[in-house]
Antibody
Framework: EVQLVQSGAEVKKPGESLRISCKGS????????ITWVRQTPGKGLEWMGR????????NYSPSFQGHVTISADKSISTAFLQWSSLKASDTAMYYC????????????WGQGTLVTVSS | EIVMTQSPATLSVSPGERATLSCRAS??????LAWYQQKPGQAPRLLIY???TRATGIPARFSGSGSGTEFTLTISSLQSEDFAVYYC?????????FGQGTKLEIK
C-alpha cells in the first residue's frame, strides 16, 4: 500500500525557520515526483512546487518561488518543505502528494501538516 | 495560470438522488482534469483522472465527463458517505490549479 506520512503540526513565530517532511513507503520512492499543496480557507488548494526524488530537480509555482524550498533525500524516501523566515500568512495546512508522473495528477496524498505562525 | 471555476458553490441533494457538479477552465485543458473528494479533517482523495477514468477503488456511481473547458462530475445515487467537498484540478499546464470546490450537503 502506498503511504505518505507527514510530520506533525507545528506552531512557530514570525521570522523562525521550519522544515516539514513527507516519508513515502509502499512504492519505489525515486520513480514518482512529489508535490506540495497548500490549503487555506481563503485561497483553497494551491500548488507550490514539485520535486523529482531521483535527482532532486524541482519546479516551483511562481506564487511560491523564492518563498519556500523543496528538497528530498532519496536514501530515506523523504521529501521536505522548508521556510527560512516564516510569516503569519504561511499559516495553513500543507499536503504532500505523489504525482502519477512528472506532469500528472496526484494519486496519493499525505495526511497533512498544520503550520501555525503566530506571535 | 488557468483559472478553474466550479459551480454551484453548495449543492443540497437528498440521499439516493443524483448530483451533478460542474467545472469550467479558463482555457482548454484537453482531458487533463482530475476530481477529488475531501471530507473534514482529511486529505483530498482522488476520484477521477483523465476527465473520465475512475481511480482504483472508486465506486461506479461516480462518473466524470467533458473535455476542453467544460467538465462534469456525476454521482448517480448519493450515499451518506458522499457528502463532502469536491474539487476539480487541471494538470494540463504548470502550475496545476484547483477549483474553489463544491460543497455537497444533505438536503
Amino acid at each position: 500500500e502506498v503511504q505518505l506520512v507527514q510530520s506533525g503540526a507545528e506552531v512557530k513565530k514570525p521570522g523562525e525557520s521550519l522544515r516539514i517532511s513527507c516519508k513515502g513507503s509502499g512504492y519505489t520512492f525515486i520513480t514518482h515526483w512529489i508535490t506540495w499543496v497548500r490549503q487555506t480557507p481563503g485561497k483553497g488548494l494551491e500548488w507550490m512546487g514539485r520535486i523529482d526524488p531521483s535527482d532532486s530537480y524541482t519546479n516551483y509555482s511562481p506564487s511560491f518561488q523564492g518563498h519556500v524550498t523543496i528538497s528530498a533525500d532519496k536514501s530515506i524516501s523523504t521529501a521536505f518543505l522548508q521556510w527560512s523566515s516564516l510569516k503569519a500568512s504561511d499559516t495553513a495546512m500543507y499536503y504532500c502528494a505523489r504525482l502519477r508522473y512528472s506532469s500528472g495528477w496526484p494519486d496519493s496524498w499525505g495526511q497533512g501538516t498544520l503550520v501555525t505562525v503566530s506571535s | 495560470e488557468i483559472v478553474m471555476t466550479q459551480s454551484p458553490a453548495t449543492l443540497s441533494v437528498s440521499p439516493g438522488e443524483r448530483a451533478t457538479l460542474s467545472c469550467r477552465a479558463s482555457q482548454s485543458v484537453s482531458s487533463n482534469l482530475a476530481w477529488y473528494q475531501q471530507k473534514p479533517g482529511q486529505a483530498p482523495r482522488l476520484l477521477i483522472y483523465g476527465a473520465s477514468t475512475r481511480a482504483t477503488g472508486i465506486p461506479a456511481r461516480f462518473s466524470g465527463s467533458g473535455s476542453g473547458t467544460e467538465f462534469t462530475l456525476t454521482i448517480s445515487s448519493l450515499q451518506s458517505e458522499d457528502f463532502a467537498v469536491y474539487y476539480c484540478q487541471q494538470y494540463n499546464n504548470w502550475p496545476q490549479t484547483f477549483g474553489q470546490g463544491t460543497k455537497l450537503e444533505i438536503k
